[in-house]
């Protein structure tokens, strides 16, 4: 049996001011084929695959020449469709000049936006279709931040959907997605699927699913899989900052050969969503940027230490706001956790830049108003190093080549400075730039969710403050202002009046 492996991952913030062009995959390792791609995820979907694939016998992967995660990971904006065709176009090549193929897998996202193509995941799964046939069997893996409905299932066998947020399943859904291709593509499963859209539209930093009712909703999948035989339930959540007609919460339910029972299991899925939806949109408390340095101060006065302030709304990692009140506040060994400024990062490169040397720099801010004002920071260079090891599954991209500062200033307090956006999801990343977590009281990073495995599942944090400016930017909870010419926002809850389901 031969299996083509393709990855073409990416999650479009369609309100950036930038576009993705082909210079923001193309680096050192990407794009990657062979056993290069094969093994470039191996703690995500394609490592799970590639390890279950290689456990069948008479088992041959290839490797179609695939672009790596983009150097801006997900500040990324439209991808232009020159970009997107020139990487679509090589993969059906190859494709045709490796053929024929039993089997293909591929490894995506779900929420990628291109300028004037219409469901890009889709689409690729549509000319992968024409290329090797109608009798073999194409399966995707997903995030559960993807805006699909039912067109993939339309040219693709399966999909299936990490479940968790933080997305720790992604592994795994590689490893299940091996197992059933190589079954299907054996004649033991003829898959059968449902896909039930209810019309709620959430912002990502509502949807921990280590909470209720987010909590519930992925539980109730995996009862569905546990008490039915050869079931998979797909629970996305939607990616509100992709301006895309299809966006929002989506339940998919596969079945070997029982379409009434996939369509059973979705209607149900959904009718629970929306049920919940009062309680998936109000659930979690947001803070202004003022008001959580505040209340970090007062946690920290009575022993509560340490603290986390994420900034769940910097999609560019460029926003200086929650580092202006950290200054204006007093803040005291504070690890602010990045600041992004890939011109600061070049000129202080130019300038040899050395751990020592004095600092005295305006940092941040700039790239639109969601950034802010630089803000100037004068102390010592602290460290000078690479990026910090991924860490917790997903693709490396391309921080090895990446040049990062740090720099300690005030009482205590460091900033790094990063050439792109950094979600920061462990404190033991930062021992990777030579810096110890253990001599700070509190942690201000750029992230919505993904932190929690490292700062929250681990117990190391007391005290978690989710903040964003009062101005409702590009990242907001505030769905409402943003300026939407896709999606029809008064088509969904909680944004629309008397809406029902189903």
């Known amino acids: 049996m031969r299996i083509a492996v393709i990855y073409f991952v990416h999650e479009t913030v369609t309100f950036l001011p930038y576009d993705t062009t082909l210079d923001d995959f193309i680096y050192e390792g990407s794009p990657a084929r062979g056993e290069a791609l094969l093994g470039s995820d191996p703690r995500g979907a394609i490592g799970g695959f590639v390890k279950v694939a290689r456990e069948h016998a008479n088992i041959e992967l290839v490797g179609i020449e695939s672009p790596l995660f983009p150097k801006r990971g997900t500040a990324s904006g439209w991808i232009d469709k020159t970009t997107y ?7 059906v090549a190859e494709l045709k000049a490796q053929g024929p193929f039993d089997v293909v897998y591929l490894a995506l996202h779900g929420a990628m936006g291109v300028r004037g193509v219409e469901r890009p995941e889709a689409e690729l799964a549509r000319r992968v279709r024409q290329v090797v046939g109608p009798k073999a069997c194409i399966g995707g893996t997903f995030d559960p931040h993807g805006n699909e409905d039912a067109e993939f299932l339309r040219h693709a066998d399966f999909a299936f959907c990490v479940k968790y947020y933080p997305h720790y399943d992604y592994y795994l859904q590689g490893e299940r997605m ?14 059968a699927t449902a896909t039930r859209k209810p019309p709620i539209i959430t912002p990502s930093v509502l949807q921990w699913t280590g909470q209720s009712p987010w909590m519930d909703l992925v539980q109730r999948a995996l009862v569905w899989e546990a008490r039915e035989p050869d079931v998979y339930v797909n629970f996305y959540y939607g990616f509100a900052f992709m301006d895309s007609a299809e966006a929002g919460m989506c ?6 050969g029982n379409p009434e029972l996939a369509n059973r299991i979705a209607e149900d899925m959904a009718n629970t969503a929306w049920r919940l939806r009062d309680e998936l949109v109000h659930g979690t408390k947001v803070y202004y940027m003022k008001d959580a340095v505040k209340l970090g101060k007062e946690a920290l006065a009575k022993g509560q230490t340490p603290i986390v302030f994420a900034d769940h709304s910097d999609r560019t990692g460029a926003a200086t706001w929650l ?8 803040m005291s060994k504070t690890l602010i956790g990045t600041i992004a400024d890939a011109d600061a990062i070049e000129a202080l490169r130019k300038r040899g830049v050395r751990p020592g040397d004095p600092f005295d720099m ?22 000078v190093s690479g990026a910090p090891q991924r860490r917790g599954g997903g693709a490396v991209g391309s921080g090895g080549s990446q040049l990062w500062v740090s720099v300690r200033f005030g009482d205590g307090n460091v900033v790094i400075i990063s050439p792109y956006l950094h979600q920061n999801t462990d404190p033991e990343a930062w021992t990777d730039l030579g810096i110890n977590p253990a001599d700070f009281k509190a942690f201000a990073i750029k992230s919505r969710v993904h932190f929690r495995r490292g700062y929250y599942d681990s117990g190391f944090a007391k005290t978690i403050l989710l903040c964003e400016p009062e101005q409702p930017f590009v990242g907001t909870v505030h769905l409402e202002a943003l300026h939407y010419q896709h999606l029809q926002l008064d088509k969904f809850y909680p944004y629309g009046k008397n809406l029902s389901y189903p």
């Open 85 to 91: 065709y020139h990487f679509v176009d090589k993969m």
């Open 178 to 191: 091996a197992r059933v291709l190589i079954r299907a593509a054996r004649g033991d499963y003829k898959p």
């Open 251 to 256: 339940f998919q339910a596969i079945t070997n």
């Open 323 to 330: 580092l202006e009140q950290i200054i204006a506040q007093k």
């Open 362 to 383: 305006e940092i941040g801010g700039r790239l639109d108003d969601s950034a802010g004002k630089p803000v100037r920071i004068t102390g010592t260079v602290n460290t």
